[in-house]
């Protein structure tokens, strides 16, 4: 009997969470004030402030559930101590950054491919983060010494980290199911960010 997980017509994963976080993806973009003439030194810490309540425990969340399939490297990938140190450096105190705020509705990580699903997003975002990096260094004078290291995490690794994640998603054996699954959690994972960033006005 032919499977349709290895249907050479099915997209492969990659192709599947492109499409279907594209427009979320832009929808976002669009929203994010990094480019707003209006962004001061103190919007941007609100902004550090609200990345930190999403991206601790959503990385909590995918890391604690030991549900990521082997091959992806934690250690050098975890960014949430990055957005730690951002915020001692924009002079919020270790005791204030505990007090923050933190996202409660957080996507559904309860299976490998979701939690592949997020990881997409939470990694495609370190290639934004460059862009953004070159911004606020000209805007606020901000740079990874100052409260943007979280813009620029991965620093000269980022091109080959991205492209090292691709191929680690490109053998990931996932049929039509889990590939939906992983699409599923990514347009989750964007959808839980942009409300979160909503809920705490940091955003157009």
């Known amino acids: 009997m032919h499977s349709p997980a290895h249907d ?3 997209p492969s994963l990659l192709e599947a969470l492109r499409e279907g976080t594209g427009l979320l993806h ?3 973009e669009k929203r994010l004030p990094f480019f707003s003439e209006r962004l001061d030194a103190s ?4 902004l550090v402030r609200a990345y930190y309540g999403f991206y601790a425990p959503i990385e909590a969340s995918l ?3 030991d549900l990521i399939p082997v091959g992806y490297d934690q250690a050098l990938r975890v960014k949430t101590p990055t957005l730690v140190n951002d915020l001692n450096a924009l002079g919020v105190s270790d005791a204030a950054i505990h007090a923050l705020p933190r996202c409660a ?4 990580l309860d299976t490998p491919a979701a939690c592949l699903g997020a990881l997409y997003v939470l990694e495609g975002a370190t290639l934004g983060g460059q862009v953004l990096r070159r911004e606020m260094a000209q805007r606020l004078d901000v740079n990874a010494d100052n409260g943007g290291a979280f813009l620029n995490v991965y620093g000269a690794d980022t ?3 991205w492209r090292d994640f691709l191929d680690y998603l490109g053998h990931m054996p996932l049929d039509a199911k889990a590939r939906q699954h992983a699409v599923d959690a ?6 839980c960010f942009e409300q979160w960033l909503d809920s705490q006005e940091v955003l157009l």
Request: hydrophobic share 35%.
């Open 8 to 10: 050479v017509s099915a």
């Open 26 to 28: 832009v929808a976002l």
């Open 43 to 46: 919007w941007y810490q609100r």
């Open 63 to 65: 890391y604690d559930r």
């Open 105 to 108: 509705h957080l996507p559904r």
């Open 159 to 161: 091109g080959r980290r």
């Open 186 to 191: 990514a347009r989750s994972t964007f959808s």
